[in-house]
DNA sequence: TAGATTGTTAATCGATTAACAATC
DNA sequence: TAGATTGTTAATCGATTAACAATC
């Protein structure tokens, strides 16, 4: 690929998704003071093949030295923004129950690139209430937030209001959406939905559960069980 | 696909991942009276093309029938069935912080086929407290649990002592590991962990995010922006 | 039977992997 | 130069999709 960082386009959403965990590792490699790292390092602390990392970095750009590596300061630097880290983005949550009060203290919104700016709640006796800092505002301070610019809308109320609150968010011209609410969301397509599903990832679990217990009674005579999943590779 | 159910095997891994909006799409017809569904009725429901919907249940068998469609309670069931969920997982929750609270009470684990049989937590003073009508136990308590049965461990702690809480879990033989924590766990071959990560999807849609805003201002002269998501498909 | 809809086929698309030429 | 490691190629694998024969 060509080293004029125009021509980097499309990059797959299968490398996208990975580039957070390579970030990740990279910031633990810099923390302990290591200054250069290999692909075989930097993918075993990833826990994915040194082939796929290559792979995946290279549609980034070319930002290793062969017979070397890469020094880490400078590809992290290169995800981050990559990723779009390199700015801050408003990020609004809605819906204060156990969940939405975890979520405004969880420090996974605390790393760069991500500034809670509200929490909202449509129930009444929750607003003012302060929670890790911030006053509960009622969901009509919506209209205001995306005037100051509001990039992110995270959905922490029950399944029943999330289409709802959703519609408000869209509405307002808010177009990345982190849905926490186990329901599907109907949006316009140049809207960006992640859902994170505690429920279904359980589903998940029980069905490799499942298949394990079946096989160890012999009740899958025909299948050898494949591994489920190793220390590298997904 | 033959109708014995001894001939089922291998459901890829994304056929899966779905399976459990397609039970919550089933659920969600059944509550409101409706017995039978068309693949093209069931797949709206749950975000997908209808060809998909097919084609994934053709990997569990042939449950519908042609020119009339699916029995809704029939097909749900099988589903359940498939993904384990006729019978009770145990979970146990590992980290009382703000997470592990909100997910002590959170409804997801009280859908059918999941058990919270324990919450735990090293920390000595949250111990003997009760979060949503549990004893919160020392570590200790997990090899007794393992004896009673345990499948399911969900760990909820910084990441800084997940490897170490995800190592004790593998000890007592727990296969099945839901991870909460922003780090990559090391675990035999048939240990089976989803990680479910706040930040990483953030980073996700920062990415997206920071692209429609460069395809606006022109930065991005020779692409067209792609639809990031539609009500169908994905 | 006529109309409807499934289950399956075959083509396409995208992701992964191993191997290795390029090159530091 | 010799050794090491990247970036890329090409083969493989798995997932998606549209179309339609099977059949209720």
Redesign the pocket.
Known sequence: ???DPSARRGI????V??LPEYLRALTGFAERGITS??????AAAAG????????????L??????????EVDHLAYQISRELGLTQDWPVAIIGMGNLGHALAAYSGFATRGFRVVALLDQDSHLLGQEIAGITVQPMDALTSLAEQGLAIGVIATPAASAQDVCDQLVAVGVRSILNFAPCVLVVPEDVDVRKVDLSTELQILAFHEQRRALAAEGALEHVTLEPINSAV??
């Open positions: 690929m060509s080293a797959p959403d299968a490398t998704a990975r790292v290999s692909s075989e390092e930097l994915v093949r040194s082939a796929k990392l290559r792979k995946d970095l290279s549609h750009g070319s930002y290793g030295v062969r017979g070397v590596g890469y590779g997904r």
